[in-house]
């Protein structure tokens, strides 16, 4: 089992920064590929960033690229999202999840077996 919470969401301009943080705590989340992924209102929930177990092989959404990106800390128990840049669509509530298999990574949702509650990033204009 893996329990996973989001933190450091917010309010902020276009063009701010901010960097969410996922703790992560369970057996074998250090050996789990950690992802990103959004959903904004009526919308489906959709892939940011993700990365593997070691840290060093990252992808990301094509949306994102070269404005975000995905960190992890074993030794802290948490993965991290720098947003740079920020843009008004890039206001969803954002989920951290946790897949199996931490060598591979992977952008596609039904991948990922353990889900955070997810916190909420909001971008005026």
């Known amino acids: 089992q893996v329990q996973l919470v989001e933190s450091g969401g917010g309010l902020v301009q276009a063009g701010d920064s901010l960097r969410l943080s996922c703790a992560a705590s369970?057996?074998?989340?250090?050996?789990?590929?950690m992802g990103w992924f959004r959903q904004a209102p009526g919308k489906e929930r959709e892939f940011v960033a993700a990365?593997?177990?070691?840290?060093?092989?990252?992808i990301y959404a094509d949306s994102v690229k070269g404005r975000f990106t995905i960190s992890r800390d074993n030794a802290k128990d948490t993965v991290y999202l720098q947003m740079n840049s920020l843009k008004s669509e890039d206001t969803a509530v954002y989920y951290c999840?946790?897949?199996?298999?931490?060598?591979?990574?992977?952008?596609?949702?039904?991948?990922?077996?353990?889900w955070g509650q997810g916190t909420q990033v909001t971008v005026s204009s």
């Open positions: 999840a946790a897949k199996h298999w931490g060598t591979v990574v992977s952008s596609t949702i039904s991948e990922y077996d353990y």
């Open positions: 369970g057996r074998t989340w250090r050996s789990a590929a």
């Open positions: 990365i593997n177990w070691r840290g060093d092989s990252t």
